[in-house]
């Protein structure tokens, strides 16, 4: 894999990135910005899709449009979803879905699917550089919906529903853009938060931290990909 995409929501979940990638070409397409640098051996093209999942899956579309990457990494930071899994750990896709949806929908008419599987190499690949550096992931399913989740009723209903491991407001839309193309992806989420009662202010104290994390683990995968 020589080009590698790499998508984040927000700009704080990508001002890392950027910062160790240096100096940039800058493209703008469909209203998208895309960074473009020359990071080891790799091509590296980041882009700031926005918030929740239209936006999410239209930027996907530039960039693999435009950019013909050999995989898509979804970047950034998540609530956390099981008890087991804390603020600041790492959490892998092995497959995402909306939460907000009657998965019908997507499985009894087009594309025939509603719950998009991450690519295996991303994935080992993820869980290696955590574990070299010391961090604690976890791999499992993560959904998607157009609320950031800060109501413990909520998500519990969430979780009886589909026992997930991270909430957030792209990666299904990132996934879904992805299976449609047919190409390789995997979201990779530091938690910032448990969306509960108490997510807001957990998010507010974390963001920058996780955000960090992630992109230094994004990063250093792109090199032994």
Request: aromatic letters at 8%; hydrophobic letters at 40%; glycine letters at 6%.
């Amino acid at each position: 894999m020589n080009t590698i995409a790499i998508i984040g929501a927000m700009p704080s979940e990508l001002v890392d990135i950027r910062r160790i990638l240096g100096d940039a070409e800058v493209k703008n397409i469909s209203g998208f910005d895309f960074y473009i640098n020359n990071y080891g051996n790799k091509k590296i093209i980041n882009a700031c899709c926005g918030i929740a999942k239209v936006n999410a899956a239209v930027c996907t579309q530039v960039m693999i449009d435009n950019f013909h990457p050999d995989c898509v990494i979804n970047a950034g930071i998540a609530g956390g979803m099981d008890a087991k899994i804390k603020v600041c750990d790492i959490v892998v896709s092995n497959e995402v879905l909306p939460h907000d949806l009657d998965l019908h929908f997507l499985k009894d008419y087009p594309p025939y699917c509603g719950i998009f599987k991450a690519d295996e190499k991303l994935m080992e690949t993820a869980e290696k550089i955590c574990e070299k550096n010391g961090v604690k992931s976890f791999r499992g399913r993560i959904v998607s919906g157009e609320a950031f989740i800060t109501n413990t009723e909520v998500k519990n209903a969430i979780k009886k529903n589909f026992a997930p491991y991270a909430v957030d407001m792209e990666s299904a839309a990132v996934g879904h853009c992805c299976y449609l193309n047919k190409m390789p992806f995997v979201s990779v989420r530091c938690i910032s938060d448990n969306a509960d009662d108490e997510g807001a202010m957990s998010f507010d104290e974390f963001e920058k931290i996780a955000a960090k994390r992630v992109a230094e683990i994004v990063l250093e995968m792109t090199q032994s990909l």
